[in-house]
């Protein structure tokens, strides 16, 4: 069974720098795809990052693109995600998902705020 699980959400001021973690287990880590979406209040899903699937090439969104690095753990099957220069724009519940968003996290809640 796969399980993903999200960490490292918080409060922090605009400007501020928080990274989020997702451990993940059953699956095949280091080959698979992996992407962080975030979900703003009253909005839909957007996608943020994420690795292709051979778990090399990163990709960012127009809106995080040179304040956020995506990076993987092989050896932890942890996915991680820094974010710097937050911006209020930034809070939402963020969900790490596996393979073709196949499977999802519970999701981490990163409130921006001054």
């Known amino acids: 069974e796969v399980q993903l699980v999200e960490s490292g959400g918080g409060l922090v001021q605009p400007g501020g720098s928080l990274r989020l973690s997702c451990a993940a287990s059953g699956s095949t880590f280091s080959s698979d795809a992996m992407n962080w979406v975030r979900q703003a209040p009253g909005k839909g899903l957007e996608w943020v990052s994420g690795?292709?699937?051979?778990?090399?090439?990163?990709a960012y969104s127009d809106d995080v693109r040179g304040r956020f690095t995506i990076s993987r753990d092989n050896a932890k099957e942890t996915l991680y995600l820094q974010m710097s220069r937050l911006k209020p724009e930034d809070t939402a519940v963020y969900y790490c998902a596996l393979g073709a968003f196949a499977y999802w996290g519970q999701g981490t809640q990163v409130t921006v705020s001054s």
């Open positions: 690795y292709n699937t051979n778990g090399l090439t990163t």
